[in-house]
Antibody, heavy 125, light 108 residues
């Protein structure tokens, strides 16, 4: 069974830092592109960042570029999001999500097929 | 950045009725790289449709997607009680992988 479990959320002051983790199991983590998506309270979904299987390709939303860093450790089946210079508008539930591939795991089909339960980040003084 | 605009914001319908949700892109989405998700309160989103018209694993056939270029549609042929939720479209043809603002399907 595919599982994605986020951790590391909490309350942090503006300008502070936080590191989110996502522990993956039930699939060959090292072959999948992974993503972070966030959702502010009562708002819609916002894609934050993605990282390819070997970390060769990394992309960010403009709203977090230069402040957030995505990374992964394939040996530990883990995805990370280092968040610096946090702002009130970064307050959200942060989800990790897996790119959707076909049953062979090699052909990218599109969309995000598995999501974690999310971890809440609150930026407030 | 491709901006996705979903309409209507809220759709009030009764069980058994047909729901038609729209997603319009600010520029053409390459290769119909568009997905639809369903989200219920307190839950993570669930992938419904990818490639504009392909149903994800386990998704009932009352859900269908269509469209290309800049105009896409999610249709729920006959609403079941469990279908009342918020629906989002997302394009993944170019970075950033933007989402629409969502359409809430509520019980009339």
């Amino acid at each position: 069974e595919v599982q994605l479990v986020e951790s590391g959320g909490g309350l942090v002051k503006p300008g502070g830092s936080l590191r989110l983790s996502c522990a993956a199991s039930g699939f060959t983590f090292s072959t999948y592109t992974m993503n972070w998506v966030r959702q502010a309270p009562g708002k819609g979904l916002e894609w934050v960042s993605s990282i390819s299987s070997s970390s060769s390709y990394i992309y960010y939303a403009d709203s977090v570029k230069g402040r957030f860093t995505i990374s992964r450790d394939n040996a530990k089946n883990s995805l990370y999001l280092q968040m610096n210079s946090l702002r009130a508008e970064d307050t959200a539930v942060y989800y990790c999500a897996r790119d959707h591939y076909d049953s062979s795991g090699y052909y990218y089909e599109g969309g995000l097929d598995y999501w974690g339960q999310g971890t809440l980040v609150t930026v407030s003084s | 950045e491709i901006v996705l605009t979903q309409s209507p914001g809220t759709l009030s319908l009764s069980p058994g009725e047909r729901a038609t949700l729209s997603c319009r892109a600010s520029q053409s989405i390459s290769s119909s790289y568009l997905a639809w998700y369903q989200q219920k309160p307190g839950q993570a989103p669930r992938l419904l449709i990818y490639g504009a018209s392909s149903r994800a694993t386990g998704i009932p056939d009352r859900f269908s997607g269509s469209g290309s270029g800049t105009d896409f549609t999610l249709t729920i042929s006959r609403l079941e009680p469990e279908d009342f939720a918020v629906y989002y479209c997302q394009q993944y043809g170019s970075s950033p992988r933007t989402f629409g603002q969502g359409t809430k399907v509520e019980i009339k």
